[in-house]
């Protein structure tokens, strides 16, 4: 997890942190995370969506308490259970493939980079033969047409 820690320089800054906990920490889908450096500010979370995971959670907590406490503890019980050592071996793990799949992608001409990957998200795009000659050519055109001198206007 060495690479981690420059990862989330800078974190301590943020009013609120939000991440989706069935990426690294195993559970379903439905639950996100959002915490607040000032808890009056998670008020504002039930009211700015009709959707919100949180909204909908809350509502369920009325009807049925129990599941809602289920649903809720699941995220902090897998960081329980997994621990610092846990998850450094998660996070390592996850940052090696990352690496691999980029690798892979840039090797391979069908396939292009979008972006330098950052917390494990890597973008990409199938780039067939055709399109990817056709698109070399108008790059080529383009790069001619911006070093020749503008139209006149006068």
Same mark, same amino acid.
């Given at each position: ?21 069935? +990426? /690294? #920490?195993?559970?379903?889908? %439905?639950?996100?995370?959002?915490? @607040? ?7 504002? =979370? ?41 998850? +450094? /071996? #998660?996070?390592?793990?996850? %940052?090696?493939?990352?690496?691999? @799949? ?7 001409? =069908? ?44």
């Amino acid at each position: 997890m060495d690479g981690a820690r420059e990862m989330m320089r800078g974190i301590e800054k943020a009013d609120s942190v939000a991440m989706d906990a069935h +990426k /690294l #920490l195993y559970v379903p889908n %439905s639950l996100g995370i959002c915490v @607040f450096k000032n808890v009056d500010d998670s008020r504002f =979370l039930y009211h700015t969506s009709t959707t919100s995971s949180a909204r909908v959670l809350w509502t369920r907590a009325g009807y049925h308490r129990r599941l809602a406490a289920f649903f809720l503890s699941q995220p902090w019980a897998a960081i329980k259970i997994c621990g610092r050592i846990g998850y +450094k /071996l #998660l996070f390592d793990h996850a %940052s090696d493939l990352q690496n691999t @799949f980029v690798k892979f992608i840039e090797r391979d001409p =069908l396939f292009e980079l979008m972006n330098k990957p950052e917390l494990f998200i890597v973008n990409y795009r199938f780039v067939p033969e055709e399109l990817g000659s056709l698109m070399n050519t108008l790059n080529e055109e383009s790069g001619k047409n911006s070093s020749a001198s503008p139209p006149s206007t006068g």
